[in-house]
């Protein structure tokens, strides 16, 4: 399968555990974009701060399309649907909106930094209500994960992959 799987979705919604999972049960390669963007440019509150959010949109731009390239399972930061060149690069895809009713996102956002969410939770939900439309603009398929174990996530990904091949 030469297709990326692309997981979209907010912040703290599991894009990069599921990712990992996925990538293993497909026997694909795993690329985390704001992983990757850390491993060569620092941390993205770092880059935010000394640069700005368009420097590390650029950025992001760069690191999507090299993921995209490698036919992998590809987790992207939840911003990534915000520029139209990531959402047209995005168009040849597999791409899965995870997403969620939010009630459990607290404890996931407090546990990293996030450069966007100096007000915690509040701005996590404004956020994703400004995103939601994008994700869905660019969904090839949107699962709801708020009441879904992670292996019953991967799962139904894996079915739907399989059965697009």
Do not use: C
Request: aromatic residues 6%; hydrophobic residues 40%.
């Amino acid at each position: 399968m030469n297709t990326p799987v692309v997981l979209v979705g907010p912040m703290g919604v599991g894009k990069t555990t599921i990712g990992k999972k996925l990538a293993k049960q497909l026997g694909l390669s795993f690329v985390d974009t704001d992983k990757e963007i850390v491993k060569q440019h620092g941390s993205i509150a770092k880059i935010f701060e000394k640069s700005g959010e368009q420097h590390f949109r650029a950025l992001e731009h760069e690191f999507l399309l090299a993921a995209l390239s490698t036919g992998s399972v590809v987790a992207t930061g939840g911003g990534v649907v915000t520029q139209e060149n990531n959402r047209l690069a995005l168009r040849d895809s597999f791409v899965i909106y995870l997403s969620t009713n939010g009630r459990h996102m607290a404890s996931r956002l407090l546990a990293g930094r996030r450069p966007l969410l100096k007000n915690g939770v509040a701005d996590w939900k404004r956020i994703y209500q400004e995103r939601k439309p994008l994700y869905e603009q660019v969904a090839s398929v949107e699962i709801e994960t708020s009441s879904k174990s992670l292996n019953t996530v991967v799962s139904e990904i894996v079915e739907l992959v399989k059965a697009r091949a």
